[in-house]
C-alpha cells in the first residue's frame, strides 16, 4: 500500500513540478534555448545514483524500497516528457522540429524497460550467460553519463558557472524549493513522506545532459547544473533532513 502511495504520489508531484515551473520561468526571466532544459532539471532528481544509497542510510531497506517505487513514474516520465523539453530548445534554435511522439515512445530504451518489468512480472530468470554482461553493463552506465557532462563542461570555469543565473535559479529550486515545498504538501505522511523528500531534494539528475546529448537539445546548460546542483547538495540535503 505505502508503495503504490508513493509511486502515485511521485507521479502527481513530478508533474505538478513541471507546471510549478512554467510561471517560474518568466519569475527567473529564463531565456528561449535554455527554457525546455531548465524546466528539465528542476523537475527531475538524481533519484538513482544518489537519492537510493541515502535512502538506505537513512531509513533502511523498507525505505529504500518505496523508493524504488518513486523510481517508476520518474523512470516513465523523465523518457517521455524530457525528451519533449529537450526538442523545446532544439525547436526554438530553429535547428529541428519538435519529435512526433511515436517517436519517442517506441525508443529503445522504453521498450527495455517493457521488457525489463515482464521479466520481473512472470518471474522469468535470465541465464548466467547474459545475466552477467547485463550487470556490468549497467554498473557503467551512471560512470559513462558523468564522463559525457564533464566533456560538455569542457572550457567551462566554475567562475562562469557560478555567476549563470539560471543555472543558479534551477539549483535553487532543486535543492530547496521544491523539496520544502513537498515537506509542506506531505507532512502527514510519516515514512512515506521522508522517503519521497529526501529522493526530491536530491541534485538535478544526470541523466538530463544525456537527453539533451540525444536529441539534440542545450548540452551545456544541463551539465553546468549537474555539476553546481551535485556540488551545492552537500549543504542543502543535511539542512532538509533536519525536515524530517
Avoid: H
Avoid at 65 to 84: Q, R
Avoid at 223 to 234: A, G, W
Amino acid at each position: 500500500r505505502d508503495g503504490i502511495l508513493t509511486a502515485v504520489l511521485g507521479a502527481v508531484l513530478i508533474l505538478g513540478y513541471g507546471l510549478f515551473c512554467i510561471p517560474a520561468l518568466r519569475l527567473f526571466r529564463v531565456p528561449e534555448g535554455r527554457r525546455g532544459a531548465w524546466i528539465l532539471c528542476c523537475t527531475f532528481c538524481n533519484n538513482g545514483f544518489m537519492g537510493f544509497p541515502i535512502t538506505l542510510a537513512l531509513f533502511g531497506e523498507e525505505g529504500l524500497a518505496l523508493a524504488v517505487f518513486l523510481a517508476i513514474p520518474f523512470n516513465l516520465l523523465i523518457y517521455t516528457a524530457g525528451p519533449k523539453l529537450v526538442c523545446l530548445d532544439r525547436s526554438s534554435s530553429g535547428d529541428m522540429q519538435s519529435l512526433p511522439w511515436g517517436a519517442i515512445l517506441f525508443t529503445a530504451t522504453n521498450l527495455a524497460t517493457l521488457l525489463g518489468i515482464l521479466l520481473y512480472a512472470l518471474q522469468i530468470p535470465l541465464p548466467a550467460v547474459l545475466a552477467a554482461p547485463l550487470n556490468y553493463l549497467s554498473d557503467i552506465t551512471t560512470p559513462l553519463s558523468m564522463v559525457v557532462i564533464g566533456m560538455n563542461l569542457v572550457g567551462q570555469r566554475l567562475s562562469g558557472i557560478l555567476r549563470d543565473r539560471d543555472v543558479l535559479s534551477a539549483s535553487l529550486l532543486r535543492l530547496l524549493v521544491l523539496p520544502v515545498l513537498t515537506w509542506v504538501l506531505l507532512v502527514l505522511l510519516p515514512l512515506v513522506v521522508g522517503v519521497i523528500v529526501i529522493i526530491m531534494a536530491m541534485p538535478c539528475a544526470a541523466v538530463t545532459s544525456i537527453l539533451a546529448e540525444s536529441y539534440g537539445g542545450n548540452t551545456e546548460f544541463p551539465s553546468k547544473s549537474v555539476f553546481l546542483s551535485s556540488l551545492f547538495c552537500l549543504v542543502t540535503i543535511p539542512l532538509i533532513s533536519l525536515l524530517l
